[in-house]
């Protein structure tokens, strides 16, 4: 019996041990001539689809995502290790910097079920898909480029109204 797998949930929780989870990253800017797309774990590329629908080619890097905490404030972080060898990024940051942008990179990151022994995608779009992280401190050497990407603040704004005392005197037979 074949088991579909629609998400990530699905894949931890009921798919076979030949089904892999193939990470993929996807980096933007308006002033690149192309994205930078790479696929950690599959060392001949990838050619996959994105949720749009378009198949897209994935090159393969060495790379190191650590997925920030869980939390309940809707922030997401990762921490992301590039082994460039300092050929593939700092070009493209000259560039930003060189035209004086304020607009940060946009990192897109999507994890694909992949199928070890038929060498085919268990599910053609993405199982897991963390859009829209700023890049917003970065760091390099020769060996490699890590920066942190991460959602724009989100609870930066007050909503709702405070319950105090005053406004209303009932909760205080609740205390």
Known sequence: ??????????????????????????????????????????????????ETGEIVNFEFAPLLINKGKTSDDLDQSFNITL????????????????SDSDEYPQVNYRAYAYDTASMTFAKDKPI????????????????????DAK?????TVATGRPYTMQSHPDLAGLL
């Open 1 to 50: 019996m074949s088991v579909t797998i629609d998400d990530i949930k699905d894949f931890h929780l009921d798919s076979s041990p030949s089904i892999a989870s193939l990470d993929t990253l996807e980096v933007t800017h308006s002033l690149w001539p192309k994205p930078i797309r790479i696929v950690t774990n599959h060392e001949d590329g990838i050619n996959a689809m994105l």
């Open 83 to 98: 082994g460039d060898l300092g050929e593939i990024v700092p070009p493209l940051i000259k560039m930003i910097r060189e």
């Open 128 to 147: 897991d898909i963390t859009k829209g992280l700023n890049i917003e401190q970065m760091s390099r050497d020769h060996q490699a480029t890590t920066f």
């Open 151 to 155: 959602t724009s603040d989100k609870n």
